[in-house]
């Protein structure tokens, strides 16, 4: 799931993108530039919540302590601090992501023009 809704994300950007640059320029259709940002913010805010939810989970599910065996204490799980409930690491995949998706659609919509 988490990986889908990465996936979700880039492809949703360019979507968003193709239609910025084609439909829209037809003055018809600008009208519903609104409720395409609208759909796009949405749909990424979405996306955002549910990932949020899955790293939490994930969190939380690490943090369980496991059942004691005998006169053994479980062991103590220390995480790193996080942001916006992502890992460092998480956080440098999204980066890199977003990064790479500005780029491509960058160079996508300079080649269109």
């Known amino acids: ?11 949703e950007t360019a979507l968003a993108a193709f ?8 003055p018809e259709l600008a ?3 609104l409720y395409f940002g609208i759909f796009y913010f949405g749909f990424l805010a979405w996306c955002i919540a549910q990932l949020n939810k899955l ?4 969190k939380l599910a690490q943090l369980q302590p496991a059942e004691p065996i005998g006169d053994l204490a479980p062991a103590q799980i220390h995480t790193r601090p996080a942001l916006l409930g992502l890992t460092p690491a998480q956080l440098a995949i ?5 990064v790479s998706a500005v780029a491509a659609f960058t160079w996508m919509l300079t080649l269109l023009r």
């Open 55 to 58: 790293h939490r989970r994930r």
């Open 1 to 11: 799931m988490e990986y889908f809704l990465y996936a979700a994300i880039i492809v």
């Open 19 to 26: 239609v910025y640059k084609t439909i829209l320029r037809d």
């Open 94 to 98: 999204v980066a890199v992501v977003f």
């Open 31 to 33: 009208r519903l530039s």
